[in-house]
T-cell receptor
Framework: RKEVEQDPGPFNVPEGATVAFNCTYSNSASQSFFWYRQDCRKEPKLLMS???SGNEDGRFTAQLNRASQYISLLIRDSKLSDSATYLC????????FGTGTRLKVLA | NAGVTQTPKFQVLKTGQSMTLQCAQD?????MSWYRQDPGMGLRLIHY???????DQGEVPNGYNVSRSTTEDFPLRLLSAAPSQTSVYFC???????????FGDGTRLSIL
């Protein structure tokens, strides 16, 4: 079993839609969690850290469920510019990436 | 603001050649790592370092060597390039703890 798993998608959604991604992790000792965005195999860029209490940044909401060992990302009011691959990252003593979920927002 | 700098940005090698990918950061970060990304796949950890003089293997270390003689630099060496090592290579650094990683622009490596 992979340490970090994501549904690869693609998720094709219309503009204005709400979309959610999940990411599961296998190591219960994982300490930090992040969501990154990647465009066309450029370098990943931090979207947001994920905190135990959940956190929001504009249209983006991230949540952590330690009991079930997953993190989630919710995007509200999707924009065309949100089209990208979303990568989750889990840290124990090293940072491990999921394979990414592709999102395409359609006009 | 330099951040994480990777050189070269592009490289073409022949099978069997060796080369070093350079990574330098100016943020005084203790933790640095190297990833490779193949088409349609996520980033896979090759090697990482938690500080000068300390390195460890990631998920896919075979065929690669690293060293960390200074806090700033973390070079990745391909000992004998193989076509299977054709990939995009990313270097990242972080101050550790709960801090996220910062990435370089990547090195696009083709091995013929």
């Amino acid at each position: 079993r992979k340490e970090v798993e994501q549904d690869p998608g693609p998720f094709n959604v219309p503009e204005g839609a709400t979309v959610a991604f999940n990411c599961t992790y296998s190591n219960s000792a994982s300490q930090s969690f992040f969501w990154y965005r990647q465009d066309c195999r450029k370098e990943p860029k931090l979207l947001m850290s994920v905190y135990s209490s959940g956190n929001e940044d504009g249209r983006f909401t991230a949540q952590l469920n330690r009991a079930s060992q997953y993190i989630s990302l919710l995007i509200r009011d999707s924009k065309l510019s949100d089209s990208a691959t979303y990568l989750c990252v889990v840290r124990t003593y090293k940072y491990i990436f999921g394979t990414g979920t592709r999102l395409k927002v359609l006009a | 603001n330099a951040g994480v700098t990777q050189t070269p940005k592009f490289q073409v090698l022949k099978t069997g050649q060796s080369m070093t990918l350079q990574c330098a950061q100016d943020m005084n970060h203790e933790y640095m790592s190297w990833y490779r990304q193949d088409p349609g796949m996520g980033l896979r950890l090759i090697h990482y370092s938690v500080g000068a003089g300390i390195t460890d293997q990631g998920e896919v270390p075979n065929g690669y060597n690293v060293s960390r003689s200074t806090t700033e630099d973390f070079p990745l060496r391909l000992l004998s390039a193989a076509p299977s090592q054709t990939s995009v290579y990313f270097c990242a650094s972080t101050g550790g703890g709960n801090q996220p990683q910062h990435f370089g622009d990547g090195t696009r490596l083709s091995i013929l």
